[in-house]
């Protein structure tokens, strides 16, 4: 009877022992259990559940915005992608950083070979999930572009348990938190503003509930126009339109300096006459946002904050 209890004992101790954490809506729930848990599960943008490693020793992401994450929470990925990366960013061009593909296309020998503990891809090689988890745990934190602040805090709040990094990451959230209600004060009278992306001479442009609409939907700056655009792509525009729109701030982002294009030196938008006519370019208010921030990096806990920071100045 003794040996029986004994070994119920035991076994409960071990059971006791194990943590299972879900990483759900930014939250973790966890068990009654030892104080370090060994894994979690976290759900992700694919629909299902990945069982990942706390603190995982070998990490790899494809996308800059959870690099950028990583990086202000001071954790450094084995795994990187070739990328043009921005000056927050440089260090992970060196070669001490195993490259694992493209933003868009992964390099699954180059993968399985590094034997990474988690894999973390965005909307940019969501297609690649499937092969990636047969790799190693994979996860997909991209950004609902419908809800993207929102989106943004429940993926980096996921990190932050995975990495035992919540606190830093409570602290810089309520700083970006600051920023933005701040900005929101000055904006609604700034003037109504217009986004617009330059690439080869084309020009498109961004309004609320686009890639770019934090702008107008988190900061609350108004839009000078009803742009009509799908996904990521905007709505492909003529300096006549932009001189008829006349926004009182005109937001400009240069695609081919944010991927190293030639044609980078080149911006049509600012050195034209029609769009000097405009409200915006009369009182010096066409803003140049940095390209890379804003269509290579996007949502990530560092350049979130500098992106909000950047149409604070255009508001002030």
Known sequence: ???KLSSYLG????????????????AAT????SEAASSITVEHAQGSTANVPVNPEKVFTFDLGVLDTLDALGVEPAGVPEASYP????????AKYQKIGSLKEPDFEAVSAGAPDLII??????GAYEELSKIAPTIDLSIDAKNPMESFKDQT???GTIFNKSADVDAKLASVDATIAATKDKAADAGKGLIVLTSGGEVTAYG???RFGLIHDVLGVPTAADVKAEGSHGEAVSFEYIKQVNPDLLYVINRDTAIGSEAAAANPVLDNELVQSTNAAKNNKVISLDPAAWYIVGYGLNNVQAMVEAVADSVA
């Open 1 to 3: 009877m003794k040996k």
């Open 11 to 26: 076994a409960l101790a071990a059971g006791a022992a194990l943590l299972t954490m879900t990483a759900c809506g930014g």
């Open 30 to 33: 966890a068990t009654p259990a």
């Open 87 to 94: 000056a927050s960013l440089s260090k992970y061009a060196d």
């Open 121 to 126: 891809i965005s909307g940019r090689t969501a």
């Open 157 to 159: 709040r996921k990190l």
């Open 208 to 210: 609320a509930g686009s």
